[in-house]
């Protein structure tokens, strides 16, 4: 994988986790929690789909590698809730 491959897909996670956390309503942080996010979203939404038989539904496929955009929306949006309730649990809400 190339420095450019790389590049590409730091940027498609970026933004799909940046997607993942608005859908939510809840920000996790800046730019490189987004990509955190992005990429945690995808192993989460890919898991969950393969969990239920759902197939991937748009992948882009970057130096030999897949990166499944609309499970990693919907990964990053779940993990995001769940890091937000927890944070209201632990913290409280202020």
Wanted: with cysteine; proline share 2%.
């Amino acid at each position: 994988m190339t420095l450019t491959e790389l590049l590409i897909l730091l940027i498609i996670a970026a933004i799909c986790g940046a997607v993942g956390q608005s859908l939510a309503g809840y920000d996790l942080g800046g730019c490189f929690v987004s990509i955190i996010v992005g990429f945690i979203g995808a192993y989460i939404g890919m898991w969950l789909a393969h969990k239920l038989g759902l197939p991937e539904i748009f992948a882009i496929h970057v130096g030999g590698k897949t990166f499944p955009i609309v499970w990693s929306v919907v990964g990053s949006a779940l993990f995001t809730l769940i890091v937000a309730l927890l944070r209201g649990a632990v913290f409280g809400r202020r």
